[in-house]
Nanobody, 126 residues
Framework: QVQLVESGGGLVQPGGSLRLSCATS????????VGWLRQAPGKEREGVSC????????EYEDSVKGRFTISRDNAKNTVYLQMNSLKPEDTAVYYC???????????????????WGQGTQVTVSS
């Protein structure tokens, strides 16, 4: 059974940085993708970034391009989301999610994901 555990959220001032971590376990084989998604109060859950494990391809939501970077450390079974130049509109609960059977690319839509972590709160405020 795939399990995902997020950490690294918190309170940060505008312009600051945070690094989220997603510790993964239970994958068998290389064909899967991991994504970071977020949900702000009163809004629908949205994809932020994703990475394909088989080919390492990445995608980013337009509002975070140039500010956020997704990466992975396969030796530690961990996926990271480095968030720089944070803005108040980045405030949300951030979720790590995984989908199996992905050979190329990754996935951007919440409904495409099979497994979810519990979420970690990110608050950007002065």
């Amino acid at each position: 059974q795939v399990q995902l555990v997020e950490s690294g959220g918190g309170l940060v001032q505008p312009g600051g940085s945070l690094r989220l971590s997603c510790a993964t376990s239970g994958f068998t084989g290389d064909y899967y993708a991991v994504g970071w998604l977020r949900q702000a109060p009163g809004k629908e859950r949205e994809g932020v970034s994703c990475i394909g494990n088989n080919d390492g391809s990445t995608e980013y939501e337009d509002s975070v391009k140039g500010r956020f970077t997704i990466s992975r450390d396969n030796a530690k079974n961990t996926v990271y989301l480095q968030m720089n130049s944070l803005k108040p509109e980045d405030t949300a609960v951030y979720y790590c999610a995984a989908v199996l059977g992905v050979v190329h690319g990754c996935r951007t839509w919440p409904h495409e994901y099979d497994y979810w972590g519990q979420g970690t709160q990110v608050t950007v405020s002065s």
